[in-house]
Every structure is written in structure tokens, then in C-alpha cells.
């Protein structure tokens, strides 16, 4: 079996996602021939390109750079399968920078070699034996983890803090050659404390951040809350309809919810004072200290995030060198 469609692209319902052959020799064929028509597609973008003058040398250098730092990474971190890829690209990159130099006399030998290539390696591949069609359109996913129907949308109340802590990966036959990703409409579960889950509305909008990088930031709803009748755990589900193919293969990760954003400057709690009922903080110059009031935007247990707007002079800026901890603080205290 070789995949016609690559892990996390769209498929058309009834669109081929992979097709059949009798040895797994001809998926290797199939392999090789798909890397020479890239290198060859490759090549004719090079050789098209011919406007030397507008060729910016320090960007086509440091792609150079880029590709020999991913290459080397690959190899780094024991990533062999990508190791293939990335030397493919650093050689892309590095014949684009001949192209750009006007050194394109190579490229017309390279080209008739791997067209010769590509008819043999056409030649010797004999037809599948059958094809996997998709069954319904959307993005397609050769990973399948077991939950795909333990974890479903079609009741959300199901969804409870007992039910995910008890929920179990199924096996499936050795048939399954993947998964499709369909709907638009997702969803993700945050099991958090009942008072926690209180300050969630259903209905509200909020942003979520990821830790993916083709979605760093996703436009979430509140879609439902499900309270725990045994335990002080709730279960809040957040629908999203924004769907691409790293979020098709994801199944959990580090999410932090963002309610509200403000715009200011970050001090460690433990930093602030009170001084005749105005809160700030100590700042450091040279070694003398001083007290500069603050204005609270927000704060938790951990940080306090104050106002850059200040009619003062005296006033806490971006880089102050502000005091964390020490005893009997107060202004212009010298610091040996």
C-alpha cells in the first residue's frame, strides 16, 4: 500500500487516500518516483528564474544557513526520518544560490538525468491492485489513537470528569489505514475545580494559546460546562472551528486560556510594597533605592501587572531593576 494523500492534507470525498500494489516493492517505486518529480519541478523553477539583478543574496544565503541548521538538528536529535528532507532542502537552497549567481550550467544535465530516471522508474511500476477512497471529505490523518470513538461529539454531556478519567484507547483491525477529520466544529476539554469552572460562561468568548505552530492563538466558545454529582471536578468545553492539519492529528497538549489581555509591565508579587496606603515597588539605581508607586492592572498569586501610563516622574520603566525581597526598605536606602 502507498498513500496517494499525505498525512494532514484535505481529500475529496470518493478521493483516492492510498493505492494498493501486490509487492512493497512498488510502494518504494512509487517513493522514488515522487522524490525525482520533485527535483525535477524543482530544477525548472531554478531555470526560470532569471532575474539575476533582483536576486537578494543576503536572503538566499541565509536560507542556505537555515537549511544547514535544520540538517544539522535532524541529525542532532536522533530525527533520521527527517534527515532525508532536510538534505533535499539544503540542496534546493544551495542551487538556488547558484542560479542567482548566474551558475545555472549544470542544471540542464541534472534535469535530462533525472527525466531519464523518472521513465524508468515509471516503466517498472505495475498498476495497483486497488485504491482506499475516502468515505467523506475533510483532512486526512494516517495516526489513529483508539479514542476516535470513545471521545465523541455526539452528546457533550457524556463528556464528564469521571467519564475522562475512566475513558480507554480501543483497538481497531488491522484494516484502518487512518482516520478523516470532517467537521469543523471541534472541541477541546479542560477538566479543572468546580470553582474554577465558575468563572466560565457558556456562550463566552475567549482566546485560546497553543503550543502549535501553525495555530498559536485560537478563537474559542464556551460550549458547555459539565459539573461532577461525585467530586469537585468540572469538565468546560470549548468549541473552535478553525482546523488545519497539525490540529486534524492532535489529540491533547498545553493550552492557557486567555480571559482578558493587558498591556503593561510584569513584576514579581513579592515585589510590592505599601508605603503611607500607596502601593509600588522598590527600584535599584546604582546603590541607592528608591520607592516608585504603581498602578494594578491585574494580579494573581505569582505576578502583578502595572500601568506604563503614569503622570509622574517618578515612574517604573521596561529594564528598572526592581527590589524582590529585603527588610526595613525605604527611600534613598543605600545598598552596599
Partial sequence: MHFVTSDGNRVAKNGVIANIYD???????????????????????????????????????????????????????????GVSASADKLLSAINRRQAAMGNTGDF????????????????????????????????????TDGYEQVLTCQDLSLLTPEYLESASAKNYESSVVGKIVSDYEWYIAAQMSISESLNYKEGQSLKIITSVKSSPELAVTVKKINISE????????????????????????????????????????????????????????????????????????????CDKKNENNNVLKLYDSVVVKGKNLYDGKIIS
Fill in 230 to 305: 461525585t467530586s469537585g471536578e468540572a469538565v468546560v468545553l470549548f468549541a473552535c472551528n478553525e482546523m488545519n492539519s497539525e490540529l486534524a492529528a492532535m489529540r491533547s497538549g498545553p493550552m492557557t486560556v486567555v480571559k482578558a489581555e493587558y498591556n503593561g509591565l510584569k513584576v514579581d508579587r513579592k515585589a510590592l510594597r505599601v508605603v503611607e496606603s500607596q502601593k509600588g515597588v522598590y527600584v535599584l539605581s546604582g546603590m541607592q533605592i528608591s520607592f516608585v508607586p504603581v498602578d494594578i492592572l491585574y494580579s494573581n498569586e505569582s505576578y502583578i501587572i
Fill in 23 to 81: 509487492s512493497e516493492s512498488a510502494s518504494i517505486t512509487v517513493t522514488e518516483i515522487e522524490n525525482v518529480k520533485n527535483k525535477i519541478a524543482d530544477i525548472k523553477d531554478i531555470l526560470s528564474y532569471n532575474d539575476i539583478d533582483a536576486a537578494n543574496l543576503d536572503l538566499i544565503n541565509s536560507r542556505v544557513t537555515e537549511r544547514v541548521n535544520e540538517l544539522v538538528l535532524s541529525v542532532s536529535t536522533g530525527n533520521f526520518s
Fill in 108 to 143: 540542464s544535465a541534472q534535469l535530462e538525468l533525472l527525466n531519464t530516471q523518472l521513465t524508468t522508474l515509471s516503466s517498472s511500476l505495475p498498476s495497483p491492485t486497488g485504491k482506499i477512497l475516502a468515505t467523506e471529505s475533510g483532512y486526512f490523518v494516517s495516526m
